[in-house]
């Protein structure tokens, strides 16, 4: 019968497998953007929410003197917003961390709004 392909096996393992939370270790391809770009953390950091991973970024930026005061507010309203050039400003800057660069593309980001 179908017994002997190892079917049966298979899709019971399959169940099994997918009734298992997640663990850290997942692939990036199976977590959000915003996950996917999170700086690393301690194990047991809060679970932060993408717009307080935004505001944690520009907190970052201000703290490296790439976040012009006058801009900060603006910025906040993108980031209470996941304003989708923000979340993309971030993901480069975790990948290259350069902040003039980032502060480049805020400054992009802002006249735009205008």
Do not use: H, W
């Amino acid at each position: 019968g179908f017994g002997s392909t190892g079917v049966t096996n298979a899709l019971q393992e399959n169940a099994n497998s997918s009734n298992m939370m997640p663990d850290a270790a997942a692939p990036a391809a199976k977590r959000t953007c915003l996950e996917a770009a999170a700086p690393p953390s301690a194990p047991d950091a809060p679970v932060l929410l993408p717009a307080a991973q935004l505001l944690v970024f520009l907190s970052e930026l201000e703290s490296a003197g790439a976040l012009p005061t006058e801009s900060k507010k603006a910025l906040k309203a993108f980031a209470l917003a996941n304003d989708e050039r923000l979340v993309a400003c971030m993901q480069a800057y975790r990948a290259n961390m350069q902040s003039g660069d980032a502060a480049e593309t805020l400054s992009v980001i802002l006249e735009g709004a205008e």
